[in-house]
Structures are given as structure tokens and as C-alpha cells.
């Protein structure tokens, strides 16, 4: 991991660890573990590919990971996208916000944009409703460069 990822990642151990404390739970090693892996992942990554890379280190059932998944979730650490009907793709939260995503309809290449123009729109909707936004999904869909140039 580079730097500010492993920053990112000790600021997100830090919540959760605090999460975790307030709802009574138990910290265990293996939460640490697939924590990493989804702020090792530099891609958008479902259950299964977790499931998989973890278990290259450790013995774990699937709903262990859906479990802890469910909690980094709620704490605010981990986002989950839906693309293109397939639901549950997770990437990390801390260091990453503020951020959309175009989707190809034809390759399913998933491109991520940051635009400063996203921060302004939740700006200004918090201001006009009075409210406090804590995610946003802007997801755009259409064909890529490169496969509009295949036909
Ligand atoms: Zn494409
Ligand atoms: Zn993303």
C-alpha cells in the first residue's frame, strides 16, 4: 500500500474499532483482514472476489464476510455501488469520497471521475433542503470511448 492508503486504512480501522465499542461487538483479527483487503483493492470488488482473496490467508465462510461487509457498511467505512443491476460492489470510503462513476452498458468497464462540480451540487442541496448528506451516488451509464469505436 502506498501512504495515504495506508493512512486511510488506519483511519478506517480507527472507526470501525470505535463502531465496534459502541455497539458491544467483539474485534477480531479476521475484520482487520478483510478490511485490507477491500482498501487493498485498488478496483470495485463484489463478495466473491472477497471471499476469495481472504481466503487465500485465512479459513472463513461466506457469511462471516457478509456479516462483517454489512458492518463496515454501516459504519461508514466501506460503499457500496450497484452497476448495472449487479448489486453489491464495494469499494473503499475513507480517502475516496466525493467521487461518480460512468458504467459501459457494452463492456461493463466501470470509470471513475472526480469533478469538484459534485461537491458543489451536495453543497447547495444541503443547503436549500437543511439537510446533512453523507453519501452520494452519481452514476452515469453509457457506451465507453472505446467500444463506441468498435462498430
Ligand atoms: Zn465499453
Ligand atoms: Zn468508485
Same mark, same amino acid.
Given at each position: 500500500? %502506498?501512504?495515504? *492508503?495506508?493512512?486511510?486504512?488506519? @483511519? ?5 474499532? !470505535?463502531?465496534? *465499542?459502541?455497539?458491544?461487538? #467483539?474485534? %477480531?483479527?479476521? #475484520? @482487520? ?11 470495485? +470488488? ?17 457469511? %462471516? ?9 454501516? $459504519? ?15 469499494? #473503499? =470510503?475513507?480517502? =475516496? ?6 458504467? $459501459?452498458?457494452?463492456? !461493463?468497464?466501470? +470509470?471513475?471521475?472526480?469533478?469538484? #462540480?459534485?461537491?458543489? +451540487?451536495? *453543497?447547495? +442541496?444541503?443547503?436549500?433542503?437543511? $439537510? ?8 452515469? !451509464?453509457?457506451?465507453?470511448?472505446? $467500444?463506441?469505436?468498435?462498430?
Amino acid at each position: 500500500m %502506498t501512504d495515504s *492508503k495506508v493512512n486511510h486504512f488506519n @483511519k478506517s480501522l480507527e472507526l470501525l474499532q !470505535q463502531y465496534i *465499542k459502541e455497539k458491544g461487538l #467483539r474485534y %477480531t483479527s479476521e #475484520r @482487520k483482514i478483510i478490511l485490507e483487503e477491500i482498501y487493498n483493492s485498488d478496483q470495485h +470488488i463484489d463478495v466473491e472476489h472477497i471471499y476469495q482473496s481472504v481466503n487465500k490467508k485465512i479459513s472463513i465462510s461466506k457469511a %462471516t464476510i457478509y456479516n462483517n461487509i454489512e458492518l463496515f457498511e454501516q $459504519c461508514g467505512i466501506i460503499r457500496k455501488n450497484n452497476f448495472l443491476g449487479k448489486s453489491n460492489i464495494y469499494e #473503499r =470510503n475513507i480517502g =475516496n469520497q466525493n467521487h461518480g462513476h460512468f458504467v $459501459c452498458k457494452s463492456c !461493463q468497464k466501470i +470509470i471513475e471521475f472526480c469533478d469538484i #462540480r459534485v461537491y458543489l +451540487i451536495q *453543497k447547495s +442541496i444541503e443547503k436549500s433542503l437543511n $439537510c446533512q448528506i453523507e453519501n452520494s451516488d452519481f452514476l452515469f !451509464q453509457g457506451i465507453c470511448q472505446e $467500444c463506441s469505436q468498435k462498430d
